[in-house]
């Protein structure tokens, strides 16, 4: 059996791995990419804005192509919902094909879906993590609102729409365009930002390398925790393991480390280091537990 995603699962799956949460297919093509069949789930035009984070008006400028998955380059023009905090927006896309069992849709994505020098409207859900070089962005219901060519379609099909009348529908959603300003906690250390960020800290020993992961920074460890500094795990496995997703380079299997991390998605045993820093030697762990006490 298949199972759909929407496109904040999706963001989840890019993020956190296609093994571990599990996709329709996978597969190596003739010249060495890597291409899946993903069944998604239907959105209607008022699912999208509904579930979206963020609104801009941008412009094509590049793709970045890789193994599995490509990012589209967008200059940002204007910001109508939501928070930006950069000049260029990464959009995702998972390469392959997609299938939408509800309208019986089924698209490969062998070329890229946008014109260079084009400005587009986009509807977009929105992933922070430390596992990325910078915010990744990614559509749903494979809508694409032209502006340039005044071109918009959904599933492959023209709309019979205005840019008028999805302006108006936005509005009616999200209300007046007034983009959201996101301001940067400082901290006086990664100490700091650690203890502040982390819902659980640990000591953790890195058992074994789970997964090489290609779709962002972090590579997959099994792990067992040793102590509980902050926090509690709310998911293991039966022997007691959990799945530690860890920027490349950080650890080394056998070794026994401090680690703050986020909770996991509901069911899963997959955990999230919290900052770019929160992987730290075992020398800190007075200095951490002393500076918990405090709080």
Same mark, same amino acid.
Do not use: W
């Given at each position: 059996?298949?199972?759909?995603?929407?496109?904040?699962?999706?963001?989840?799956?890019?993020?956190?791995?296609?093994?571990?949460?599990?996709?329709?297919?996978?597969?190596?093509?003739?010249?060495?990419?890597?291409?899946?069949?993903?069944?998604?789930?239907?959105?209607?035009?008022?699912?999208?804005?509904?579930?979206?984070?963020?609104?801009?008006?941008?412009?094509?400028?590049?793709?970045?192509?890789?193994?599995?998955?490509?990012?589209?380059?967008?200059?940002? #023009?204007?910001?109508?919902?939501?928070?930006?905090?950069?000049?260029?927006?990464?959009?995702?896309?998972?390469?392959?094909?997609?299938?939408?069992?509800?309208?019986?849709?089924?698209?490969?994505?062998?070329?890229?879906?946008?014109?260079?020098?084009?400005?587009?409207?986009?509807?977009?859900?929105?992933?922070?993590?430390?596992?990325?070089?910078? #915010?990744?962005?990614?559509?749903?219901?494979?809508?694409?609102?032209?502006?340039?060519?005044?071109?918009?379609?959904?599933?492959?099909?023209?709309?019979?729409?205005?840019?008028?009348?999805?302006? #108006?529908?936005?509005?009616?959603?999200?209300?007046?365009?007034?983009?959201?300003?996101?301001?940067?906690?400082?901290?006086?250390?990664?100490?700091?930002?650690?203890?502040?960020?982390?819902?659980?800290?640990?000591?953790?020993?890195?058992?074994?390398?789970?997964?090489?992961?290609?779709?962002?920074?972090?590579?997959?460890?099994?792990?067992?925790?040793?102590?509980?500094?902050?926090?509690?795990?709310?998911?293991?496995?039966?022997?007691?393991?959990?799945?530690?997703?860890?920027?490349?380079?950080?650890?080394?299997?056998?070794?026994?480390?401090?680690?703050?991390?986020?909770?996991?998605?509901?069911?899963?045993?997959?955990?999230?280091?919290?900052?770019?820093?929160?992987?730290?030697?075992?020398?800190?762990?007075?200095?951490?537990?002393?500076?918990?006490?405090?709080?």
């Amino acid at each position: 059996m298949k199972r759909k995603y929407g496109a904040g699962v999706i963001i989840i799956i890019c993020l956190f791995t296609v093994g571990l949460i599990g996709l329709s297919l996978l597969q190596k093509n003739d010249n060495n990419t890597t291409s899946m069949e993903l069944e998604k789930e239907y959105y209607s035009i008022g699912d999208v804005i509904q579930h979206c984070d963020v609104i801009v008006i941008g412009t094509y400028k590049d793709v970045i192509e890789n193994a599995s998955y490509r990012e589209y380059i967008f200059s940002l #023009d204007h910001c109508l919902y939501g928070s930006i905090t950069d000049e260029n927006l990464y959009v995702f896309e998972q390469t392959g094909e997609v299938y939408v069992e509800e309208i019986n849709y089924r698209e490969k994505k062998d070329r890229p879906s946008y014109q260079k020098g084009h400005q587009y409207l986009l509807i977009m859900e929105k992933t922070e993590s430390v596992l990325l070089d910078h #915010d990744r962005f990614m559509t749903a219901g494979e809508v694409i609102f032209d502006i340039t060519e005044e071109n918009y379609t959904m599933y492959g099909e023209e709309l019979n729409i205005t840019y008028n009348e999805i302006m #108006d529908q936005i509005r009616e959603t999200k209300g007046e365009f007034i983009p959201e300003t996101k301001e940067q906690k400082a901290y006086a250390d990664i100490y700091e930002e650690m203890i502040d960020l982390s819902p659980i800290i640990a000591t953790v020993t890195i058992l074994q390398l789970e997964m090489e992961v290609d779709t962002h920074n972090g590579n997959v460890y099994t792990a067992e925790i040793q102590q509980y500094l902050k926090g509690e795990a709310v998911n293991s496995r039966a022997d007691g393991t959990i799945s530690l997703v860890l920027l490349k380079g950080s650890v080394e299997v056998g070794k026994t480390y401090i680690i703050g991390f986020e909770s996991p998605e509901e069911g899963s045993v997959v955990y999230v280091q919290s900052t770019k820093n929160s992987v730290m030697d075992l020398e800190q762990q007075d200095k951490i537990q002393s500076l918990l006490e405090k709080r």
